[in-house]
């Protein structure tokens, strides 16, 4: 069936450090992953999405990488910042047009001043 | 801020009421969308409407509804209040049907 994980629970880094948040999805037919940020006592906050045609995309300071052949997600964060504190949750759509979002659990990246 | 609109942010009631939440969704967006997050279930997916028709559903339960207004706000109705409906309710509102989801900041929902 289809279910999207996450393999770390917890990640602390230290400020100025790169980060690497991990997901695995089981559906292979799974055509658009987000990454999503939540903070405490927010709503999720889009970071960044990538297509299953595509293997890499770059944002500010972010990248998002998709390994098909695994059924790997990743997001790398660079020099990380306080304020990068926060849960990040993976999340995929069966099909492009098919609006319903399933969401891995989380994972809590803590910044170390 | 989002610019997704929830209101009340919070609300504490008892088993067996009846609640509503509402949510205004971004201006000139015409999907959106409900989510339950629980500590035990993560996001769920519950509801999506696109235009004033429901669109796609989750794993709703039959005592919750939704609808969406000519307006374009929706309203997320929760009936016969179990404990287990404790939860934060999101809404998300996008574009159209193929665009990014953008989230509310919420309503917490008490069932004591």
């Known amino acids: 069936g289809e279910s999207v994980g996450l393999h770390l629970p917890t990640l602390s880094v230290q400020e100025g450090d790169n980060s690497i948040i991990n997901c695995a999805y089981s559906?292979?037919?799974?055509?658009?992953f987000i990454w999503y940020k939540q903070e405490s006592g927010k709503g999720p906050q889009f970071i960044i999405d990538?297509?299953?045609?595509?293997d890499k995309r770059q944002g500010q300071r972010v990248t998002v990488l998709l390994n098909k052949t695994v059924k790997h997600l990743s997001l790398q964060i660079a020099a990380t910042q306080p304020g990068d504190s926060a849960v990040y949750f993976c999340?995929?759509?069966?099909?492009?047009?098919?609006?319903?979002?399933?969401f891995g659990t989380g994972t809590r990246l803590t910044i170390i001043p | 801020d989002s610019g997704v609109t929830q209101t009340p942010k919070h609300l504490i009631t008892a088993t067996g009421q009846r609640v509503t939440l509402r949510c205004s969704p971004r201006?000139?967006?015409?999907?959106v969308y409900w989510y339950q997050q629980s500590l035990d279930q993560g996001l769920q997916f519950l509801i999506q409407?696109?235009?004033?028709?429901?669109?796609a559903k989750g794993n709703i339960l039959e005592r919750f509804s939704a609808q969406q207004f000519p307006d374009l706000h929706s309203e997320l109705n929760l009936s016969s209040l179990e404990l287990g409906d404790s939860a934060l309710y999101f809404c998300?509102?996008?574009?159209?049907?193929?665009?990014?989801?953008?989230f509310g900041a919420g309503t917490r929902l008490s069932v004591l």
């Open positions: 990538i297509r299953s045609n595509m």
């Open positions: 998300a509102s996008s574009v159209g049907q193929e665009d990014i989801q953008y």
């Open positions: 409407y696109y235009n004033g028709e429901e669109r």
């Open positions: 559906n292979s037919a799974s055509d658009y």
């Open positions: 999340a995929e759509n069966l099909n492009f047009g098919n609006e319903k979002l399933t």
């Open positions: 201006s000139g967006d015409l999907s």
